[in-house]
């Protein structure tokens, strides 16, 4: 009887928290000719232009499925793959409901050993492995009555994000010669962390703090699952889990029970045994014999300097970026005094680098996880970078456009447009630009522009399968060198531009090289060769490599002072990234001896040997595939989940009845149909939606009908109640743009919509009730502009929106007048770092018909709705962050930041008004990814009692 009651629960909650899986990323340009491939797993649709890699591709997919699904014992179903090729920044999703991949097919800068595609191919497909898993035993029987959703709302209330994410990375590493888990820079952090402050609890390791930088759920995971087969000497110890979840998911935290089960040990235990055993090794080989000075100030905060740069002998340029701020571009005196030049926007990948031949130069990179700069490089008084440049109306289409600072006046200017450069640096005479590009069909080029036109001067290499990344300039300004990357790995490579000629300085391995800077006789690189990132140096004349510096946890991106006897470099510490200097003496250079032409890292050889296979690009098979085309109408519908629920999303109202959804793979078709068998009052209710955002505008259609019941007025003054027959038909159509310019965006969207409803009281009653058509207009413009804010900031600290809505009843039939409104809200900076005004004013105007419109603008809190017709009101919100405590309560929750917001709401007409404080805080409960806002509000009315109400929401973008 009890796992019968635990079921009825589980078929009760998962309609509700499965129908918020569904997942749009937004949509391609519409002019874009799709085109598709069927193979024996999977069905490829793709842009035109990657024709020429298609055929590549499926065959790449097709071969990575033997091995990727095997140690979780599940086969993936045949799967839908929506290459994205209009997008510049690289990213892939594993989604099930509805199920398919979309791959984001440009490369980044910062590209490991390994062909991006191969990357993608490995770690997405064993995504798709781990939800099929979730797609077995109970769980399968009840996608049976609740469709695709069953499994991912499954996987999203159990497995934690580290361990999706991490046996993932443990798959790519083990089924490749590069990955993850072979690349030092990856373990880093955690490395710095265990040696310097020690390991954190595991709430906090797993959700977060504003506090202190703690590393991704990608390097966490990656351990933990990896440590666990090591101790378990079983490949199959997470399948077993997966197992379990499946079979289970009525029990509470099934995961746990099913890890004690397989492994012997919690969650818990597993993280507290793998940060001791990482502590154990990695304290055995950590190097110290760099005798360089930290130059760079300290920061309380974990701060990132990276990629210094010599302006003269005295003075550096780095981007600084950090937890408690937003990404800057600062020079740095050796006094220790530090200003900003300049605030840069979004940017297009995650290396920078510079060279010029007057030695002023900056350089930068974000926070882990986030767009940051592929290259910065400064000649005389000009400062060049990469910006990703959003289309103002395709979330699936983006550009990497270079931009430059004047540095004497702090203006900057965009010179490309719509481009795909990624970066750049100047020549030494400042009147070129080398960068990588990279087309919509992923074919790589080295091109030179003027940099003072943007125009494309001439490509100086182009090729289908070797990806050339951060071109940099020889101090003549004679030769190129850049970093080449194919399936066999990466080498370094010198191009001669009088000849155009070609050489390998480097032989291919899947050591990661990055960063290349030729300095007299020698080439500077970012190398792995010793298991942890150091500064390296290649022989031009003999290919012999040097390892210049001797890093603890991690060193990298040097250059020489303007001199020639300093040398400057990004040292990592647990606090992040210093700028730090040596001594510039290549007879103190050690010299190497590579004996393999691969890394391998703590658990990756352990991994190779469980995984059993190898996806390299030798042993991808060349079998043709037919190509046709793809249209996205007869493929709009794609009915993927259901429910035995009445769920409507637009009411947020939930009854017994039924639930049907639709999206096609490319998310330009949506269509929900819901039948309500009776809510509280008996009544039946049906509604379906279609929205279609494949062309420039989005347009709406929805239908609802039903019974509602109202209210009349006898002669006595006696209210009565009636029923009647509701049959509502509403048409929109809206426009949503957005656009970005350095660090500011806005957007605004313009929207139209038409409704028109019957409603017929029941026979028998009085007349005069509300009996007839209500057609009705609406039409609003939404707009908003910001500064980008950093993480600790609870709004931004500058910025503003606006909504003006306006609607009446101008065909006849019912009337309820018209209502025209106006809201604002401005954003200020507080008093201090992340304290925020927000101010809130808003003026409504209405005039009653039959009928009458609700509200569009919000009333003073703690008070009761006025009726009024016109009014304004203002409010006034100070918010700030009280504590980060990062307090875990057992398993039950996890507290992350508490804050206040205090507040006066007041109308101007009637006057009407209310103070109080708002106290929250962001808490994970019981472990579960999104973090709740979760507090009280007090609010003191005028001349009333104090009000008191509790405040309950989610973010769905916390993690």
């Known amino acids: 009887m009890k796992k019968y009651v635990r079921s009825l629960f589980l078929f009760v909650l998962f309609p509700f928290y499965g129908f918020a899986q569904y997942y749009s990323l937004g949509q391609d340009p519409g002019a874009i000719k799709w085109r598709q491939m069927n193979s024996e797993n999977f069905r490829l649709i793709y842009p035109s232009q990657f024709e020429g890699k298609a055929q590549q591709f499926i065959n790449l997919l097709e071969y990575s499925h033997q091995f990727t699904p095997n140690s979780l014992n599940v086969k993936i179903p045949k799967m839908p793959v929506v290459l994205h090729t209009q997008d510049v920044t690289a990213n892939a999703f594993s989604i099930w409901a509805p199920r398919r991949l979309e791959l984001y097919t440009a490369p980044p800068q910062s590209s490991y050993a390994q062909p991006w595609m191969e990357q993608l191919a490995i770690h997405e497909l064993r995504h798709s492995a781990q939800l099929a898993k979730m797609n077995t035993g109970i769980s399968k029987i009840m996608g049976y009555v609740f469709g695709e959703q069953m499994a991912a709302a499954v996987l999203g209330a159990y497995l934690p994000l580290w ?33 310097e402050t020690g390991h954190y609890s595991y709430d906090k390791a797993v959700n977060g703090s504003y506090r202190n930088y703690t590393p991704d759920h990608y390097a966490l995971g990656y351990e933990l699952v990896s440590n666990a087969r090591e101790i378990s000497k079983d490949p199959y110890v997470w399948e077993k889990v997966e197992r379990f979840v499946a079979r289970n998911p009525y029990l509470p935290w099934a995961f746990n029970r099913g890890l004690k089960k397989s492994l012997g040990m919690t969650k818990e235990k597993l993280y507290a045994n793998t940060m001791d055993y990482l502590q154990s090794r990695w304290g055995s080989f950590n190097e110290t014999g760099s005798a360089a000075k930290i130059v760079s100030p300290y920061n309380k905060d974990f701060t ?33 005094k530090e200003r900003i030049l300049v605030t840069p926007g979004l940017f297009s990948s995650d290396n920078i680098s510079m060279t010029s031949s007057d030695h002023t130069s900056v350089m930068g990179q974000n926070k882990p ?8 490089s400064i000649h005389t008084n000009r400062l060049y970078w990469t910006e990703k440049q959003i289309d103002a109306r395709w979330q699936n289409c983006s550009y990497s456009v270079i931009k430059y600072a004047d540095l004497a006046t702090g203006q900057w200017h965009t010179l490309t447009h719509k481009s795909r450069y990624f970066a750049p640096s100047v020549s030494p005479d400042g009147l070129l630009l080398a960068v990588s590009q990279v087309s919509e069909g992923n074919d790589y080029s080295i091109v030179l522009l003027d940099s003072y036109t943007g125009d494309v001067k001439r490509t100086l290499i182009e090729s289908k399968d070797d990806f050339y990344i951060t071109p940099k300039w020889s101090s003549d300004g004679k030769s190129i060198f850049c970093i080449a990357l194919n399936g066999e790995g990466s080498r370094i490579i010198k191009i001669d531009l009088s000849t155009g000629i070609k050489q390998e300085l ?8 990055s960063n290349p800077r030729p300095v007299g006789d020698y080439v500077l690189f970012n190398g792995t ?4 990132d150091n500064v390296y140096a290649l022989k031009n004349a003999t290919g012999e490599i040097y390892q210049v510096t001797h890093a603890r946890f991690g060193a990298v991106d040097a250059e020489v002072s303007p001199n020639g006897t300093k040398l400057v470099y990004s040292d990592y510490n647990a606090n992040g990234y210093r700028i730090a200097e040596m001594d510039f003496h290549p007879s103190d250079w050690t010299a190497i001896e590579i004996k393999n032409d691969r890394p391998e890292g703590l658990y990756s050889a352990m991994l190779s040997q469980q995984e059993g296979g190898l996806v390299t690009t030798p042993n991808i098979p060349d079998k043709a595939y037919t190509s046709e085309p793809y249209h996205k109408l007869t493929h709009a519908l794609n009915f993927h989940s259901w429910a035995p629920a009445y769920i409507n999303s637009n009411d947020l109202t939930v009854g017994k009845g039924v639930s049907l959804s639709s ?16 809510d509280e009052n ?6 379906t939606s279609i929205s279609y955002q494949a062309l420039y505008p989005v347009f709406n259609l929805s239908y609802d009908n039903g019974r509602d019941y109202s209210y009349y007025r006898t002669s006595d003054r006696q209210y009565h109640r009636y029923n009647y027959n509701d049959d509502k038909i509403s048409l929109s159509m809206g426009l949503p743009l957005k656009f970005n310019n350095g660090p500011t965006y806005f957007g605004f969207e313009p929207q139209i919509k038409t409704s028109v409803e019957q409603m017929v009281p029941d026979a028998g009653l009085p007349k005069g009730l509300i009996d007839g058509t209500f057609h009705s207009m609406d039409y609003q413009f939404y707009s908003y502009l910001y500064r980008k804010y950093g993480q600790r900031d609870l709004a931004p600290r500058l910025g503003i929106s606006t909504f003006f809505g306006y609607r009446n009843t101008p065909f006849g039939g019912l009337s309820a007048g018209d209502i025209f409104a ?14 925020g005004f927000k101010i809130y004013i808003a003026y409504q105007d209405r005039k009653a018909g039959v009928m009458v419109f609700g509200n569009m603008i919000n009333y003073p809190r703690g008070n009761p709705t006025p009726t009024s017709n016109e009014e304004s009101t203002f409010s006034l919100n100070y918010k700030l962050p009280l504590l980060y405590p990062d307090l875990s309560i057992g398993p039950i929750a996890y507290i992350k930041r508490i804050k206040a917001n205090f507040f006066y709401d007041t109308t101007l007409k009637k006057v009407i008004a209310g103070r109080g404080v708002e106290l929250t805080a962001d808490v994970h409960l019981f472990r579960f990814m999104f973090p709740f806002e979760l507090g009280i509000q007090v609010v003191q009315p005028n001349g009333g009692s104090i009000v008191t109400k509790a405040l309950v929401s989610i973010n769905l973008s916390g993690i």
Do not use: C
Not at 175 to 188: A, C, D, I, T
Not at 369 to 376: K, P, R
Not at 663 to 678: G, I, P, R
């Open 369 to 376: 996880g986030s767009i940051t700069a592929d290259n910065l």
């Open 163 to 195: 361990f999706i994410e991490g046996d993932a990375v443990a798959i790519e590493t083990g089924l490749s010669n590069s990955g993850r888990g072979r690349v030092p820079n990856f373990s880093m952090e955690f490395r710095a962390q265990l040696a």
């Open 682 to 687: 008996g009544f039946g209710h049906f509604n």
């Open 822 to 835: 106006f809201e604002g809200n401005v954003y200020l900076p507080g008093i201090l770092k992340h304290d």
């Open 529 to 532: 060769y010793g298991g942890i």
């Open 663 to 678: 999206q096609d793979v490319l998310s330009t078709t949506f269509v929900t149909a819901n039948y309500q068998l009776k």
């Open 304 to 336: 990132r300097y990276k990629y210094p740069h010599y302006i003269n002998d005295s003075m550096w340029v780095a981007e600084r970026t950090s937890i408690d701020d937003i990404s800057r571009f600062v020079v740095v005196e050796r006094n220790g």
């Open 506 to 513: 480097s032989k291919p391995s899947y050591y990661e090289k």
